[in-house]
């Protein structure tokens, strides 16, 4: 997403709602098992990406739409508002109707060749071991949150912001109290890091709270 389509209506909101931002009490992860499984969550300081392996995501059989990105070594899932999100033209009225009302949403996917790398003023990558009962649960978490009306494999809607990469069509609604970085949390929570979605709204909010979770493994 584009900082500069953010209008100042928007700005002042997120502003507000970052202020409040406070961070729960860490969720204590229930299984302690060797954390063998390493994914990414990735930030372009406005937007969160979660990056898992392809190999041990195939594994487990429950991401047919993998199908789609033959070849790629990991793959990438960004969630965001169906209209917003995949436009090529971002408008101040597609911004803020996203983020003032709950609308539909839709699931960015993307195969990469190699891990995303942080550098910049903005960009921030931050590296996750998961125990194998943790990288289960998010893949199953991921798995869930694609719409699929006919069962089976989500069908495509929309090109990619990447050579090669999709939309499709997912489950929940966009709002400024739910936004992209609020479902990385919540992801991450289902892969049992200790964090919480609660009151996550910017991109720097989730990194800074998922930083302090990781600090504590």
Not at 85 to 97: D, F, H, Q, R, S
Not at 142 to 164: D, T
Not at 165 to 187: D, P, Q, V
Request: net charge neutral; with cysteine; proline share 8%.
């Amino acid at each position: 997403m584009r900082r500069w389509l953010i209008g100042p209506a928007l700005a002042l909101c997120a502003a507000l709602l970052a202020t409040c931002e406070t961070a729960p009490p860490p969720i204590a992860p229930d299984d302690e098992g060797p954390r063998t499984h390493l994914i990414q969550v990735a930030s372009n300081g406005w937007h969160t990406a979660i990056v898992v392996p392809a190999p041990a995501h195939a594994a487990t059989g429950l991401l047919p739409e993998a199908a789609d990105f033959p070849g790629a070594r990991f793959l990438e899932f960004g969630w965001g508002d169906r209209v917003y999100y995949p436009a090529e033209e971002k408008t101040i009225g597609m911004t803020l109707a996203a983020a003032l009302a709950p609308t539909p949403a839709v699931m960015h996917m993307a195969g990469l060749a190699s891990t995303p790398r942080g550098g910049g003023s903005s960009r921030e990558v931050v590296t996750v071991a998961l125990t194998e009962a943790g990288f289960l649960g998010l893949i199953e978490a991921l798995a869930a949150e694609f719409e699929r009306p006919a069962g089976g494999r989500a069908a495509s809607v929309a090109r990619g912001l990447y050579p090669g990469s999709r939309f499709y069509n997912a489950r929940g609604s966009f709002h400024l109290l739910n936004t992209c970085n609020t479902w990385t949390a919540r992801m991450l929570h289902a892969a049992g890091v200790a964090i919480s979605p609660s009151g996550i709204v910017t991109a720097d909010g989730l990194m800074a709270r998922l930083r302090a979770a990781l600090a504590v493994y």
